[in-house]
């Protein structure tokens, strides 16, 4: 039997609980993180979760605290199918953010061990993928999938972040995440650009053009 629809507070199961009575299965959630910084990867994530183990507590990631988001990331990597892509600042700037967001949210969906058959994602954009797709504005605060990939693609890129910021010492990457805080502008101020700034953000684009007026 189809699994019934789980009350709870937040996010809930009954969108994919809706296409398992139709034998829409298995069904998808997608969510991605890092459309606006300045620098590091776009992050998409691609979940299918196990109607009998959906995690308690799910939500938008940006809700939840830091050490809620990683405890729930292993209990979601523990019980569902999981997969994540990347789009580096290469493919953002030979395309477009949108295009390279897209992308990864394909390849995220695409990776996951079964083809799913619905793949529910957040916003008002859909990737191009191989099956129905269905995207739900705020999703990641209305279905359990969807948050649970909110979740996977917000701690994944924040540990990548981590370890850029280890790489790349003085740009403070570990702790603004390659946004456009005060301390990652006065960074690259000192430091100027390096290979992991998005050089078709206008921020980054200014800097550039700067720096290479002053060679001349």
């Known amino acids: 039997m189809p699994p019934r629809p789980l009350h709870r507070s937040g996010p809930d199961f009954a969108h994919e609980a809706a296409a398992w009575r139709i034998g829409e299965v298995p069904v998808a959630g997608a969510d991605e993180v890092g459309r606006g910084p300045w620098a590091g990867p776009v992050v998409a994530a691609a979940v299918i979760l196990d109607p009998a183990r959906?995690?308690?507590?799910?939500?938008?990631?940006?809700?939840?605290?830091?050490?809620?988001?990683?405890?729930?990331?292993?209990?979601?990597?523990?019980?569902?199918?999981?997969?994540?892509?990347?789009?580096?600042?290469?493919?953002?700037?030979?395309?477009?953010?949108?295009?390279?967001?897209?992308?990864?949210?394909?390849?995220?969906?695409?990776?996951?061990?079964?083809?799913?058959?619905?793949?529910?994602?957040?916003?008002?954009?859909?990737?191009?993928?191989?099956?129905?797709?269905?995207?739900?504005?705020?999703g990641d605060g209305l279905v359990a999938s969807i948050a649970a990939a909110s979740i996977v693609a917000k701690v994944t890129r924040d540990r990548l972040m981590g370890e850029l910021g280890r790489l790349n010492p003085g740009y403070g990457f570990e702790r603004h995440m390659g946004y456009g805080t005060p301390e990652h502008g006065a960074a690259l101020e000192r430091l100027g650009v390096c290979r992991h700034h998005r050089t078709s953000f206008a921020p980054i684009r200014l800097r550039l053009a700067r720096e290479s007026e002053a060679a001349e």
Do not use: H, M
């Open 54 to 138: 959906v995690p308690d507590g799910l939500d938008d990631s940006k809700k939840l605290s830091a050490a809620r988001r990683e405890a729930l990331y292993e209990i979601i990597c523990e019980t569902a199918e999981v997969s994540v892509a990347f789009a580096p600042p290469a493919r953002i700037d030979a395309t477009n953010i949108r295009q390279a967001t897209l992308w990864a949210l394909a390849r995220a969906a695409q990776g996951l061990p079964r083809a799913p058959r619905l793949l529910l994602v957040d916003g008002n954009d859909l990737p191009p993928v191989g099956c129905a797709a269905r995207a739900i504005i705020g």
